[in-house]
């Protein structure tokens, strides 16, 4: 599979068909994790799943209102609130989470031409965890340090700004105001943070900033 993130649009296209969980090349568990690391790998993955959930609910709401089908988009909001009440319950328990922002997209992309060795495969591996909980600037620091050129994309919903949004849109619709309640959606929508970037970038990369979308990077069989 290659990453080529081109547009948030593209991202929330894949958030809204609810199977980007089977697209996230962070997703997958490192055989050598040990017990407890496997553990938190695992509830960093709820909570990743549980933010995109949420998300489609959203945008699937919004859809729904475009179409003058406010009861089933008001069933939609009410699930996307359970999701991210439960949500910021978790996130506020993180002592390193001062901003409220959960990870709930992550790609990490290698050169098709670069050989991923036993010893590269570990390096990227540590960083997993890091990833899932949306530690960026830890990530970053330790993709510079495998000295090759990375592409690192990730998506963090700041979670209690969605969820006062999800609210102002269902108090919207209590009084019949479709429009006001979309446009929060779109909003809510809005709030996702994107970031997309090329780590180690060649000098021959850097001075065109869309140089990447023009290299093919493979993620398969990396993390």
Wanted: glycine share 4%; hydrophobic share 40%.
């Amino acid at each position: 599979m290659h990453i080529n993130i081109k547009s948030s649009a593209a991202i929330l296209l894949l958030l809204a068909a609810m199977m980007l969980g089977a697209t996230n090349s962070m997703a997958t568990t490192p055989a050598a994790a040990t017990d407890s690391r496997q553990q938190k790998i695992q509830q960093a993955s709820v909570l990743e799943k549980n933010g995109r959930k949420a998300m489609s609910y959203i945008v699937a709401a919004r859809e729904l209102l475009s179409k003058q089908h406010s009861e089933e988009a008001h069933q939609y909001l009410k699930k996307a609130r359970v999701l991210l009440t439960k949500l910021k319950s978790e996130v506020t328990k993180e002592k390193d989470n001062a901003t409220g922002l959960l990870s709930i997209y992550s790609q990490l992309g290698v050169k098709k031409e670069v050989e991923i060795t036993d010893q590269l495969r570990q390096k990227l591996e540590n960083t997993h965890l890091d990833v899932m909980r949306g530690r960026h600037k830890k990530v970053i620091a330790a993709l510079k340090a495998v000295g090759i050129e990375l592409q690192y994309s990730f998506v963090d919903l700041p979670v209690a700004a969605t969820l006062g949004k999800v609210k102002s849109a269902l108090k919207s619709l209590s009084r019949k105001n479709t429009h006001e309640a979309s446009k929060t959606l779109s909003d809510a929508e809005a709030g996702l943070i994107h970031k997309h970037m090329i780590i180690n970038a060649s000098t021959k990369t850097r001075p065109d900033k869309h140089a990447d979308q023009h290299t093919e990077y493979n993620s398969q069989g990396v993390i």
